[in-house]
């Protein structure tokens, strides 16, 4: 069982940066991938990046954003630079479980997710 709450939206200028944080309550003992997702107003939602053994990311992120978690404060990251106007979503963090030494797709089956938090970027 998990439950996760974003955090770290709000606006930024095109080409700025935010931070986005997903604190992550466990009580299990079992294994998890997790990952970024994003839904647009009108648009379906789309992953951004997961992490497990490794990570994934959209293309539309690669080189931008990075995925990364702290497990010692038990808190996901989505560090986003370089955004753009079309970053503008809501962005929700989620979990799957996962076995050892594999990273999730973004097609995988997602059980967990967060409220989402916003992200607006202006041009």
């Known amino acids: 069982q998990v439950q996760l709450v974003e955090s770290g939206g709000g606006s930024a200028q095109a080409g700025g940066s935010l931070r986005l944080s997903c604190v992550i309550s466990?009580?299990?003992?079992?294994?998890?991938?997790m990952g970024w997702f994003r839904q647009a107003p009108g648009k379906e939602r789309e992953g951004v990046a997961t992490?497990?053994?490794?990570?994934r990311y959209a293309d539309s992120v690669k080189g931008r954003f990075t995925i990364s978690q702290d497990n010692a404060k038990n808190t996901l990251y989505l560090q986003m630079n370089s955004l753009k106007p079309e970053d503008t979503a809501m962005y929700y963090c989620?979990?799957?479980?996962?076995?050892?030494?594999?990273?999730?797709?973004?097609?995988?089956?997602?059980?967990?997710w967060g409220p989402g938090t916003q992200v607006t970027v202006s041009s």
């Open positions: 989620a979990a799957v479980f996962c076995a050892p030494g594999r990273t999730a797709g973004f097609d995988d089956p997602f059980a967990y």
């Open positions: 466990r009580y299990t003992d079992s294994t998890y991938c």
């Open positions: 992490i497990g053994h490794g990570t």
